[in-house]
Each structure stands twice: as structure tokens, then as C-alpha cells.
T-cell receptor
Framework: DQQVKQNSPSLSVQEGRISILNCDYT??????FLWYKKYPAEGPTFLIS?????DKNEDGRFTVFLNKSAKHLSLHIVPSQPGDSAVYFC?????????FGGGTRLMVKP | DTAVSQTPKYLVTQMGNDKSIKCEQN?????MYWYKQDSKKFLKIMFS???????INETVPNRFSPKSPDKAHLNLHINSLELGDSAVYFC????????????FGQGTRLTVV
């Protein structure tokens, strides 16, 4: 019973274009959402987060959108760069526990 | 000066053995975690310690025992290893237990043969 789902296991985009990574959740108790980026043989690193009281948070090339009614969030990367190629994990917080999605592998082609 | 370091990075061992994975953080955080990334790549929390006290203990076999000698360390001991324990184990730390971004170690790939 996966409470956080990333339905696209992989995504390929051209350098300079927009990358959109999606995440769906089922638990309405989640009140804080995070995106992590992971390179091979490394641990996940925090990228950006959003509180449930907001619908958008922006940090440079990265923007996270939250649609609470749809229980959906997305990460936009504009413009995409080859160095963005990694696995991206969506995570949701309820109480004192993070629940992670299964990850989406992003490949940015030069 | 790695923020969250865990050792070893790779661990290959036989079924039935007992092994430990060490984790140390130099960020001054008060909360540390152990996560397991299974074969399907899902990251699942196993344990969480805040100020050396256990606050999360998910459904994990009691063969797994975390030990926190101080706030900067959280070690994971695994007894009687089984094939299904093969996974990548990540240590992480954060300041506080909520609304905090966790910093992860590089992972320990455990292979039980």
C-alpha cells in the first residue's frame, strides 16, 4: 500500500527544455512535501520542499507545485541541464515520518 | 568532511552471520534515521532516534537493532542475516523530527549470500 507514488519510472528530456516530474499521494495527513535528488552510489540530497498551506514554491530552476484537492505534486525543472540527470524521489511528511515514492529517473540529453 | 558518513560502503556476508553498519553525522543534528532501499528502489524508514531515544520503530524484524551511543552516532546491528536482508541501507540525520530536510549518507550495499 504505497501512500506516495511516482508513476513514471523514467523521463527523458532535451537539454534546455522543461522537465516535469509527478507525484501522487493518498494520505490526507501529509502536511509537508519534499523532493530529493539521488545520483548513483550516493545518498539522496534534499532539493526543494513545500508546505501544505502553499501551492507553489520556487528555488532557481526548480519549482514545486502542490494540488491538495488532487493529492498531487509536481517538480518543474527549467531549463533542464545534463547535470540534472539523476533519480528524483518525492517524499511526504506526516507527524515525524517521511514516506518516499519509488523515484523517477530523469535523463537530460545534451 | 562528510556530513553523514556510514561504513562500510559495501558488505558481503553469508546467511546467518551478524553484522553492523556504523553511521556518524557531524551536523549537530538531534535526530538520526535508518532507511532501507529495497530491490524495487523504495526508501522505507526503519528506525528514528531523537536525542538518543527511539521514536520510530517500523515493522522491522527484531534481528535488527539500532544503537545510539550519542547524538552523533546511530549504528545498525543485524543478527542472523537472511537473503531478504540484501538491500541498500541509508543513514540520515535532521534537526528536529518534523518539517526538517534529512541529510543522507552514501548508503551501504548489503549482500547476503
Amino acid at each position: 500500500d504505497q501512500q506516495v507514488k511516482q508513476n513514471s519510472p523514467s523521463l527523458s528530456v532535451q537539454e534546455g527544455r522543461i522537465s516535469i516530474l509527478n507525484c501522487d499521494y493518498t494520505n490526507s495527513m501529509f502536511d509537508y512535501f519534499l523532493w530529493y535528488k539521488k545520483y548513483p552510489a550516493e545518498g539522496p540530497t534534499f532539493l526543494i520542499s513545500i508546505s501544505s498551506i502553499k501551492d507553489k514554491n520556487e528555488d532557481g530552476r526548480f519549482t514545486v507545485f502542490l494540488n491538495k484537492s488532487a493529492k498531487h505534486l509536481s517538480l518543474h525543472i527549467v531549463p533542464s541541464q545534463p547535470g540534472d540527470s539523476a533519480v528524483y524521489f518525492c517524499a511526504a511528511n506526516a507527524g515525524n515520518m517521511l514516506t518516499f515514492g519509488g523515484g523517477t529517473r530523469l535523463m537530460v540529453k545534451p | 568532511d562528510t556530513a553523514v558518513s556510514q561504513t562500510p560502503k559495501y558488505l558481503v556476508t553469508q546467511m546467518g552471520n551478524d553484522k553492523s553498519i556504523k553511521c556518524e553525522q557531524n551536523l549537530g543534528h538531534d535526530t538520526m534515521y535508518w532507511y532501507k532501499q529495497d530491490s524495487k528502489k523504495f526508501l522505507k524508514i526503519m528506525f528514528s532516534y531523537n536525542n538518543k531515544e527511539l521514536i520510530i520503530n517500523e515493522t522491522v524484524p527484531n534481528r535488527f537493532s539500532p544503537k545510539s551511543p550519542d547524538k552523533a552516532h546511530l549504528n545498525l546491528h543485524i543478527n542472523s542475516l537472511e537473503l531478504g536482508d540484501s538491500a541498500v541501507y541509508f543513514c540520515a540525520s535532521s534537526q528536529g523530527v518534523t518539517y526538517a530536510e534529512a541529510f543522507f549518507g552514501q548508503g551501504t550495499r548489503l549482500t547476503v549470500v
